[in-house]
């Protein structure tokens, strides 16, 4: 159990474009759900924590407006990259964890790649 | 504040051989995860172990093994006769319950291990 999907798993999209990027837990009902961003060869950086039903809360330093979540449901989240621009270019990727308020073990999606030309 | 810090880089061994990966992390809270993930050259993280705080008894499951000691704020991990599927990066990672903002996974800037036949 505890598989999370992620959909695209790439895409390619022309600068000034919005793309967005589905997340969903497959095999249970995910009540936190996590948004990070890879550049190459590096570490993930956690962009935004949401919970179902509420506004997500963003890292320090992430645009709020430019990166959109929306966590609708309890298998999903889509995170909406706006007037996407080459510097958006990176591998997103979701995870899900199934309870809020304690430290627990988030499963991640296998990622979407964005490159923006 | 949260830091986890995997020292290595990059590790290269010949099959078979055994490979063990340092962890050292710091956090104020008293309740917390550690936790051990692998990213394999398709991106996706895949989760390996979690350890609370309170358990510091040692695992082994099959070729790994984890050494969790929590004087030295360590949780290192073991490969036991590598193989070539093993090439991946592996990341340690923190998690503790942080009140204002849900349970934050912090993650070491990952090593990269590189198994050669």
């Known amino acids: 159990g505890a598989v999370v999907s992620q959909h695209p798993s790439w895409v390619i999209c022309k600068s000034g474009t919005s793309v967005k990027i589905e997340c969903r837990s497959l095999d249970f009902q995910a009540t936190t759900m996590f948004w990070y961003r890879q550049f190459p060869k590096q570490s993930l950086m956690l962009m935004a924590t949401?919970?179902?039903?509420?506004?997500?809360?963003?890292e320090q330093g992430v645009e709020k407006d430019k990166f959109l979540i929306n966590h609708a449901s309890l298998t999903l989240s889509t995170l909406t990259v706006t007037s996407a621009h080459p510097e958006d270019s990176s591998f997103y990727i979701c995870?899900?964890?199934?309870?809020?308020?304690?430290?627990?073990?988030?499963?991640f999606g296998p990622g979407t790649r964005l490159t923006v030309l | 504040a949260q830091k986890v810090t995997q020292a290595q880089t990059e590790i290269s061994v010949v099959e078979k051989e055994d490979v063990t990966l340092d962890c050292v992390y710091e956090?104020?809270?008293?309740?917390?995860?550690l936790f051990w993930y692998k990213q394999p050259p398709s991106g996706e993280l895949v989760f390996l172990i979690r350890r609370n705080s309170f358990d510091e008894q040692n695992e082994i499951s099959g070729r790994y093994s984890w050494n969790f000691q929590k004087s030295t704020s360590s949780f290192n991990f073991t490969i036991t006769a590598s193989q070539v599927v093993d090439s991946a990066v592996y990341f340690c990672?923190?998690?503790?319950?942080?009140?204002?903002?849900?349970?934050?996974?912090?993650f070491g800037g990952g090593t990269r291990v590189l198994v050669k036949p």
């Open positions: 956090t104020r809270d008293t309740t917390y995860y």
């Open positions: 990672a923190l998690s503790a319950y942080i009140k204002a903002a849900g349970n934050k996974l912090t």
């Open positions: 995870s899900a964890q199934k309870t809020s308020g304690s430290p627990d073990t988030q499963y």
């Open positions: 949401s919970n179902e039903g509420s506004k997500a809360t963003y």
